[in-house]
């Protein structure tokens, strides 16, 4: 079984400020991950994934995120925030091959302070 | 607008009380997930459909749960006999079987949330 670990439950950061959100995941088989958004009354929105290849990703909304197979985590970083950034974000996992669930983290609330 | 939409958005019920969520897929996706997100949670997988066929359940879906994709287009959750646990934000996701997103991403729908008094 897969299981995902976000470390911090809130991050609360100064606007234009760079912002790192932990995310580490265990699993025994090889894995895709991704980042998700969910912001106030909606559904989640894909930020990022990764697949296989280059280790750093680039998502959306000048968001991105680096595996490393070794520690077995994918945190996600942006180097200046804006408000509108203020949401919770989610790291989720997905077996590369035989099932099609995702296996989602805690979620941290990350609130950026003007 | 041409996402995943989900009806109700919002519905209270009393315990003991059956619902029932409809979920319309993006058109043309052949798989259709149903997650719950408690609070201060995150989704949790509940059953997926690819076409007519569930393929998948967690052990999440009790016998009290049931989902349906009759024709391979909506889907329906209903939950019998419902508890205040069973309060929670109901996800339904879709995607498509290959072509270039392949079928990585899974696109979500709003959510119902669901209130049991």
């Known amino acids: 079984a897969q299981s995902v670990t976000q470390l911090d439950s809130q991050v609360p950061v100064f606007e234009e400020a760079p912002v790192?959100?932990?995310?580490?995941?265990?699993?025994?088989?090889?894995?895709?991950?991704?980042?998700?958004?969910?912001?106030?009354?909606?559904?989640?929105?894909?930020?990022?994934?990764?697949?296989?290849?280059?280790?750093?990703?680039?998502?959306?909304?000048g968001f991105e995120a680096e595996f490393n197979k070794s520690q077995t985590s994918f945190h996600l970083r942006k180097p200046s925030v804006h408000i509108s950034d203020t949401a919770e974000y989610f790291c989720a996992v997905r077996k590369a091959a035989g099932s099609y669930q995702l296996t989602f983290g805690k979620g941290t609330k990350l609130s950026v302070i003007p | 607008d041409t996402g995943v939409s989900q009806d109700p958005r919002h519905k209270i019920t009393k315990r003991g009380q059956n619902v029932t969520f409809r979920c319309d897929p993006i058109s043309e996706h052949n798989r259709l997930y149903w997650y719950r997100q408690t609070l201060g949670q995150g989704p949790e997988f509940l059953t997926y459909f690819q076409n007519e066929a569930q393929l998948e359940k967690s052990r999440l879906l009790s016998d009290r749960f049931s989902a349906e994709r009759p024709k391979g287009s909506f889907s329906t959750l209903e939950i019998q006999r419902t508890e205040q646990g069973d309060s929670a934000m109901y996800l339904c996701a879709s995607n498509p079987v290959g072509g270039r997103a392949g079928d990585y991403e899974q696109f979500f729908g709003p959510g119902t949330r669901l209130t049991v008094l």
């Open chain 1, 20 to 61: 790192e959100l932990r995310c580490n995941y265990s699993s025994s088989v090889s894995v895709y991950l991704f980042w998700y958004v969910q912001y106030p009354n909606q559904g989640l929105q894909l930020l990022l994934k990764y697949l296989s290849g280059s280790t750093l990703v680039k998502g959306i909304n």
